[in-house]
């Protein structure tokens, strides 16, 4: 199975997507503990900073070193040169606010996962036709799960995941999952950076709510 794969397997089994970013190694790894103890196998840390790179690098040897089988992928790409630069040091995954199909490119020559950033009918075509496996639906609480479940038909086969502004309530998730959801990314609804008390149960009240919803 191809990288590609494994992360699209691994964000459908989980039902959702864990995203946050935080400027210190230190904490930024303590986070990622926290969520890996609490049953996270595939996370997106965003590029929110001047700092994003060396905590990315952080995170992947602190992965490397005491948990495996996760994933680690980068967010907020926006330029060639950031996608390689984070490919280089060991991204499993791609996640952009636009749909910069060079970005796309470099993502599928390094044989990963290209998550773009989609709110119109127009782009979420050019993401399809650029061979975007999964499409991040963004700003997720402006468009709502109504949006989906009018363009679904549009698209059929391609894969959506909801991200900004998604609640953690039963309700919210149950809505965006009978529109046709893959899954759902879970920003600072669920991570507060400078406030991780009670972070492992939170995460796993999430996981436990997206099964829910599922069903």
């Known amino acids: 199975m191809t990288k590609r794969n494994e992360v699209l397997e691994a964000i459908q089994h989980q039902g959702m997507l864990p995203l946050f970013y935080h400027a210190q190694a230190q904490e930024s790894v303590a986070i990622v503990q926290n969520l890996y103890a609490s049953g996270i196998r595939v996370f997106e840390f965003t590029n929110r900073g001047e700092e994003a790179l060396d905590v990315f690098k952080a995170l992947i040897a602190a992965r490397n070193k005491n948990m495996p089988g996760l994933y680690l992928g980068i967010g907020t790409i926006k330029t060639e040169q950031q996608a390689r630069d984070f490919i280089n040091v060991g991204a499993d995954f791609i996640v952009a606010p636009t749909v910069n199909t060079q970005v796309g490119e470099l993502a599928h020559q390094a044989g990963l996962l ?34 989906l479940t009018a363009i679904r038909e549009l698209f059929k086969g391609q894969l959506f995941m909801p991200t900004g502004g998604v609640d953690l309530e039963i309700e919210n998730l149950s809505a965006w999952f009978k529109a046709g959801v893959f899954a759902v990314g879970m920003g600072s609804k669920l991570i507060n950076p400078k406030d991780t008390n009670g972070l492992t149960e939170r995460t796993k009240e999430a996981l436990d709510l997206v099964q829910q919803a599922r069903s």
């Open 114 to 147: 290209w998550v773009p950033g989609c709110m119109t009918p127009t782009e979420i075509a050019l993401a399809q036709q650029a061979g975007a496996g999964l499409i991040k639906l963004f700003p997720a609480n402006i468009l709502g799960p109504g949006f």
